[in-house]
């Protein structure tokens, strides 16, 4: 009996001798290919089983001998750490996904269901963007704008195509997310300054570098540069914006707008077309008066038509001295029939584009007031006035480098009307939307 429990033990011996030198070649393997996963793992396990003194006496629990339970854990250690199979990369998805651009050559209808001859909702122009709610079939139903409803499918680019058209149909825009963000000349916080930006203000991008962004501040005056610097891209946030749909509702009311517009311009042309009308009878009948009067009398009556002359001509223009004529509230009220009408470079129309000079002229020149065409000379016209003395139908000038480049009129609570942008056209913004140089009142 004593001769069989040698043996056992013998053998159990024999077991664990050849695992301790199976788990010193392990560690040998381990050390020489540097692994860091499943090798080192099973290291780990069988340096701790080896601290034990004892572990050939001991027995697991159910009386099978520890060498044998041993061999079995080390073999589902190492199933355990076997590498698992890599799984399959995602699929790239496109931001939209879920968004589609019209590619109608003018615009596709809206409809309220999905047939052609269903009620019409509204209008997609081209290079406007949806949102896609469902697919039915060749219709897919979206929201866009205040409309909801269904067009054809063939009508959108969708997803990575949507995205091909984002540069050309989509605008980028800067919002300032500071309390008051510098725009520099330069890509460097040693570049010249050109102007303070405040919160809230929403500018056109040109361009997005690493840690700057280029911005439109607004177009220049006739005969000026357009303000464009940069500023921090930390303290904007970027947004792509496209056009929308328009409700038939919406369209209508948009008609109404330019017609109205449109009849306030040409009310303004006409009163400008009787005042010189009135000018030139008012001269021909001092001419005939002078004519037929004596030489002693010609030459009275020639001085006083020149002093009436005189006095005409500066009541109707702003120098150094602000106009009686007209109201302050009325100017501005009037100039905000035409916002959203184009901005145009060198134009002076309210209706089909004027820049910002000659949009603040025409505003003035329908109350009988002449100010100068360019921001430059309108500085100088009327009076100063400080900022915090600011009242409706004023002036404000915006300067570059010390030179007047834009100009906007003060329409009262903070804000001023003026021709912005291509992007924009004639727009409202706050007063201070960049550093304002100067304040010029016109009239009383």
Known sequence: MKKVVAVKSALCIGAVAMLITGASVANSLATGVCSETSLAGISLSLEQYMQSADVVKLQSTDGAPFASRLLEETQDTTQEAAPTQEAEPEKEVSKYENMGISVANDYVNIRKKPDTESEIKGKLYRGAAATIVKTEGDWVKIESGNVTGYIKSEFLAIGFD????????????????TTTLKVREEQSTDSVVLGLIPMGETYEVLKVCDDWVKILVDEADEGEESTKGFVSKEFVDITVEFKHAISVEEEQAEIERKEAAKKAEEDRLKALEEEKRQRQSSNNSSNSNSNSSNSSNSSSNSGKSSSNNSNSGSSNSASDSTVSSGDG?????YAQKFIGNPYVYGGTSLTNGTDCSGFTQSVYSHFGISIPRTSGSQASAGKHVSFDELKAGDLILYARNGRVGHVALYIGGGQVVHASTYKTGIKISTWNYRTPYTARRIVE
């Open 162 to 177: 949507a995205e091909e058209l984002e540069d050309k149909y989509g605008t980028k825009w800067a919002t300032v997310n």
């Open 329 to 333: 509230a009325a100017i501005a009220a």
